[in-house]
């Protein structure tokens, strides 16, 4: 029935079920899968922005708001608002309702306002899960806010650079007491963003590796242990390992009974995975009656070295830390790639020369259960393409079949060894990192020597 009792244009609160949806290719099912916050929205609040109709014989006909009246349909609500407009001025009500619609909604707020509207909410006495439920978003997205706005210094970032989510500034936060890492992140910003999430890791992997070797140094000394810096160490002294007594007994293997000796001493360092690693040392080694073993190294194990030798220790002091951080982020940026609905570009062509080289890797992912693509894909899909993968288009197919490839990749990285990879990249390292580059990843400069290992050498270097 049309509706014309009133004077048109006005405003009227309808039963969605009496508006007519004409041309619209929309569905809920559209909705659950690419818009389940406005859905939920919708759901807690209701639609707030008026349907825009025209009247017909059948009934007011939808011409802008189709995805609102699907929703409030989908939550049995039985009351939207509806601007009635004659059919003949639709089109000019339709400009003024996108631009209403641009600069009031689909622009949106920037996350700097959220945070501070998120803040104002928790000031009025909402939780954090209470607030979650009302603005129909995830609660740590909440936590996040409130920890950005508990930094004046990350809100100013934030309203500088509107491309930061509020995880993101989150974690930015988190290293204002550190001035280097701050200072750096903040020049990434500016000059580098596409390396920030690789240099946030590694300025987290830092701080971890910090308090484990702080933790490890407070134990010893609780324990009345002398402990020194590596660069402390004083000229005489020596590594137990380097050292016997005098009936020839590896000192190294009697650590305990040395805690005797007035020149007992202890240095901590950190290996590449963060773990702290203690060393023993004589601080006078020929005053208390030790001698030198003649199958051990000098100090710091670098006696007899050649000046190459060392240039190539240091570079892996450098490096092993840097490759264990940048899996961080790669892993991060990996599990983002598998959500992709369609392949990326060549991606039949990385699978089928993964295949064609008879890759190790995979062949031992795929023997040890593929451990780390279930972690990532989820048992339930791997199962069901191992059954057949019935009623899965060839994307999907696709896209599983290259998690399980890349994933078998990121398995293998997790072998200690591979930590050098940087160093010696085979074949099989060179094609992965090169697609994940191809693919949109930026390699971080530890990565970007897999493409190009003599750019990071020694001798490179010097020259």
Known sequence: MATTEKKLPYLDDLDPKDLVLRNNPRTISDLESEDPEMLASIGTHGVRFPVLATPTDDGPAVIDGFTRVLGALHH????????????????????????????????GLGEADKAVMIEQMALYGF?????????????TVVKAALKVRGSAKTTSLARQHDQLDMLQLAAISEFEDDEDAYTEIVDTLHHQPAQLGHVMARRRQERETRQARDAEIQRLTSAGVTVLDASELPEASRPLSALKDAQGEALGDKVEEHQSCPGHAAS???IYTGEARVSWHCLAWKKHGHYPRSDASGPGGEQGLSEEQKAERARARKYHPQWRAALEERRSKLQELLQRKTPPKQARQF????????????????SRGNRYA?????????????????????????????GLVLCAYEEAYDAEHTVSTWRSPTAADQRYFAALESWGYTLSPVEQLVLNPDSGSSSSQAA
Do not use: C, F, Y
């Open 76 to 107: 049995q609500q039985n009351q939207v608002p509806v601007l009635l407009v004659d059919e003949a001025e639709a089109a000019a009500w339709q400009r003024l309702v996108d631009q209403w619609i641009a600069n009031e909604h689909r622009r």
């Open 351 to 366: 699978l089928a020369s993964a295949l064609a080289a008879g890759d190790e890797r995979v062949a031992k992912a795929i």
């Open 374 to 402: 279930r972690t990532v894909l989820g048992d339930k899909r791997i199962d069901r393409l191992a059954t057949g993968g019935r009623r899965m288009t060839e994307d999907q197919v696709t896209m599983l079949e290259l």
């Open 127 to 139: 939780d954090s899960d209470d607030i979650a439920e009302q603005l129909t978003t995830d609660v």
């Open 268 to 270: 901590v360092r950190t």
